[in-house]
């Protein structure tokens, strides 16, 4: 099948368009930047999500419209509120009605855990409202569609929004981590790689019309994170936990009560998180150290302990 990728030349999505690429579809990818991540056999269109007429004509001829576009970051929404609801809402709501008129085979939607939940603020917001007009678009029009809640994503291709990148990057340059709260908050992480992964296998017709958790196998409380983090780097790291600052995260679980619940996928096999941690420690430490690393031996200069 032919598939299109909103926002594929980011994070989540460029791995996705990797994900289908292999599975043997057909893959555009469309995004107000080049991908860096392109391979020959994908096609990569450039443009913005709110040019109706340029979103359109690219979904025109695909069987599977994915959207990860728009403001995935909750600090940015929450201190761009109208820009996030441009982006997110309408933004969506223009890749929805032009898959609509393209009558695609499914629409695929990347939300987030967060609308289970009361934190989140205007990224949940957006995302509620998103779910809400993909399935009007449903029983309005009969339009298959598969909306899918991330846990917290980690992996190569990250930037300074993600968490995990974050904490490893300021790791490898001051030797330390800080982190506002005591470290009790409990995530289920879950390695980008598989999380692209499961963004494909929910092609298959058991999914269609639903709503699909995609988290990690491992819960883990973010403080034995740091020290799983620390001990990978020989135990010389600083952990500073810092007073408890407002925030729009949630603490032990994203969820309250909410009547729609969505089917949690669980694949057969994932990368461990140890493994996938180190895997992420040596993608940042590439790509901040001008030093080579050979067979996973990290060489360090005279200035570095």
Known sequence: MKAIVFGGSGFLGSHVADALDDAGHDVLIYDIKPSRYLRPSQT???????DEKKAAAAVKGCDIVYNFAGIADIDEAGKKPLESVKCNILGNSILLEAARKAKIKRFVFASSLYVYSKAGGFYRSTKQACELLIENYHEAFKMPYTILRYGSLYGPRTDGKNFIHTIIKQALTHNKISRHGDGEEIREYIHVRDAAKGSVEILAGE????????????????KDLLFMIKEMLGNKLKLEFLPTRESSHYEITPYSFAPKIGKRLVSKTYLDLSQGMLETIYDIYKQISPLPIYEDIIVRGKNRK
């Not at 990569?44 to 709110?50: A, F, N, P, R």
């Not at 999914?207 to 973010?222: D, P």
């Open 44 to 50: 990569m269109i450039t443009g913005d999500i709110l």
């Open 207 to 222: 999914f269609a019309n639903q709503h699909v958790v995609l988290t990690g196998n491992q819960q883990m409380k973010v």
